[in-house]
């Protein structure tokens, strides 16, 4: 898996968009980019992933730069639900071994 | 709830003893993995079951530590002589390898202590 890089933390206000970015500098061309959430005392949960497109699902947005050297998750309207520590994860599709790193921790303040 | 249940959610021990934690995953899935997670770290990949086959172990921290899955349904995480260090949550996860989207599952996990 190739390695990726995120802020430790970063606060939000309450139904502000909260944007949190990845650096996959490395990531191949056949390695997905994950994003998994962790709220406290929970397992992680997933979010959202994509190869080279733009994805977005109910939960978030995930923009992938053209040279996919890295990659932003947006979460439209953050509540304080959405705080949690969030993890970016570059793998291969279908990879049984997913490389967590120690993510961000994203604070959304009333 | 997703589904995925870990059993017991606590368990405290004295160093030497061996311990056996327990994962439920969704009844339809065909993967299972445990990861380990320590504090302010990520969780740490440890081993995964295709159905009954463990087909990855060599993440396993030690030969101390070991992982079934008879009849590909629920699986055991046993720690053999535990150690301080061994102290962490163990979490378990389940996905439906056929989908495309190839979603982990996780459980509360088990938090233990070693003493």
């Known amino acids: 898996d190739a390695k990726t890089t995120q802020p430790t933390s970063m606060d939000c206000a309450e139904g502000r968009a909260a944007n949190l970015p990845c650096n996959h500098s490395?990531?191949?061309?056949?390695?997905?980019v994950y994003w998994y959430r962790q709220i406290h005392s929970q397992g992680p949960q997933y979010i959202i992933h994509?190869?080279?497109n733009n994805e977005t699902n109910e939960m978030a947005s995930l923009i992938i730069t053209e040279d996919r050297k890295s990659s932003t998750l947006i979460l439209p309207h953050a509540t304080l639900r959405d705080t949690a520590v969030y993890y970016c994860?570059?793998?291969?599709?279908?990879?049984?071994?997913?490389?967590f790193g120690a993510g961000t921790r994203l604070t959304v303040k009333p | 709830d997703t589904g995925v249940s870990q059993d017991p959610r606590h368990k405290i021990t004295k160093r030497g003893q061996n311990v056996t934690f327990r994962c439920d995953p969704i009844?339809?899935?065909?993967?299972l993995y445990w990861y380990r997670q320590t504090l302010g770290q990520g969780p740490e990949f440890l081993t995964y079951?295709?159905?009954?086959?463990?087909?990855?172990k060599s993440r396993l921290l030690s030969d101390r530590f070991s992982a079934e899955r008879p009849k590909g349904s629920f699986s055991t995480l046993e720690i053999q002589r535990t150690e301080q260090g061994d102290s962490a949550m163990y979490l378990c996860?389940?996905?439906?390898?056929?989908?495309?989207?190839?979603?982990?599952?996780f459980g509360p996990g088990t938090r233990l202590t070693v003493l």
């Open positions: 994860i570059a793998s291969l599709y279908n990879n049984n071994d997913m490389r």
């Open positions: 994509g190869l080279k």
């Open positions: 996860a389940s996905s439906l390898a056929i989908t495309s989207v190839d979603e982990q599952f």
């Open positions: 079951f295709q159905n009954e086959a463990q087909l990855e």
């Open positions: 490395t990531i191949s061309g056949n390695e997905y």
């Open positions: 009844s339809e899935h065909n993967r």
